[in-house]
């Protein structure tokens, strides 16, 4: 007898679903045929089964809005002063929270992972833009921090750059590259060489301290920036988003399901794409019928509960008037907020 693969804490196989034979000979019911009813237990069964660092702690609670994930984060202030730094290294942690990540009872499993997935994702890229250190007029700055007065930005309008089409010199570009610091490391010029429409690859040679935690930096020595012009400004943007990149990568190998990782480069994109073919084809339930409108009407009672409210505000004009210039003919419009708001 061949063996069935197990299902997964709040699934339910939907009635006459179909079973798919894998290369190895087990059968397995595909996720799209599965109905979905996860409470807080089954959630933390999951999430349990979820690896990183070991410095990243995946929570799972609930409060009046649902179900929720939540990044906790232990490691040292990252506004501490060089002093503070290396004294706080040599003692207690800290721990700190990221935002919640709500996860509705009826989201399919693979998406609960993947969500944790993203808050991994997040938080980190949280922390790898506070640990990018700008020295500006003597003082040191995080230009690139979420923490910075979005909607004092966005009304004194006076951050936008007046330099994208000036050329950085060699030597400014030197003297920029010696401002920046990155988790206690720093740069330094190792190479530049121009690429087509007007691209740059700037090689960076990086030195870490004593102070350097993130561990994609423990072994690294040099940093390719691309940067989309050569002015000052493209080049600080590149360089964060080689960074960004950085982090992500690490998180792509490193993040598990079972032991599995699904996001690493090491999976086969040939064999994945099989592995979908083979149980996403619609010969698969075409012949029966029954099902087939079994399989329609709950994947519209899923997309139903998603289905958001237009408030009787000026945000919801705003969504009414947008949606007015598109002939939709399909999916589930808004349903319309009954109370006026205060």
């Not at 750059?161 to 030197?174: E, Y």
């Not at 720093?186 to 060489?193: E, H, R, T």
């Not at 040679?205 to 350097?212: A, E, F, H, I």
């Amino acid at each position: 007898m061949k063996s069935q693969l197990p299902l997964l804490p709040g699934e339910t196989p939907m009635p006459r679903a179909p079973q798919v034979q894998l290369d190895d000979g087990t059968n397995c019911i595909p996720q799209h045929y599965l109905s979905y009813h996860h409470t807080i237990e089954s959630v933390e069964t999951i999430v349990a089964d979820i690896s990183y660092d070991s410095c990243y702690l995946l929570f799972v609670d609930e409060d009046n809005g649902g179900i929720f994930i939540q990044v906790g984060i232990i490691g040292v202030d990252n506004y501490l002063s060089k002093a503070e730094l290396s004294k706080a290294k040599q003692g207690c942690k800290k721990i700190v929270y990221g935002r919640r990540w709500r996860v509705e009872p009826q989201l399919p499993s693979s998406e609960i992972i993947q969500t944790a997935y993203l808050a991994l994702l997040k938080a980190r890229e949280h922390e790898v833009r506070e640990l990018v250190k700008y020295n500006e007029e003597d003082k040191t700055t995080t230009p690139f921090s979420c923490h910075h007065d979005l909607p004092l930005m966005a009304m004194s309008r006076n951050t936008n750059t007046d330099d994208d089409d000036i050329a950085l010199p060699i030597s400014r570009l030197q003297q920029v590259i010696a401002k920046l610091e990155y988790d206690g490391g720093k740069f330094a010029l190792s190479n530049l060489l121009p690429l087509a429409n007007g691209q740059q690859l700037i090689v960076l040679d990086y030195v870490k301290s004593d102070s350097t935690q993130l561990p994609e930096l423990l072994t690294l020595q040099q940093l390719n920036v691309i940067t989309e012009s050569a002015s000052e400004n493209a080049f600080l943007f590149s360089f964060i988003d080689a960074l960004l990149h950085l982090s992500q990568r690490h998180v792509e190998e490193h993040f598990e399901f079972k032991g599995f990782a699904r996001f690493s480069r090491h999976n086969s994109v040939k064999k994945i794409s099989q592995l979908s073919a083979r149980t996403r084809h619609k010969g698969l339930t075409e012949d029966d019928k029954e099902f087939a409108q079994a399989f329609k009407q709950n994947n519209y009672e899923t997309d139903e509960s998603r289905v958001p409210k237009f408030p009787k505000s000026r945000l919801g004009d705003k969504l009414r008037s947008q949606m007015q210039a598109f002939d939709i003919a399909s999916g589930i419009l808004p349903r319309i907020e009954n109370k006026n708001r205060a």
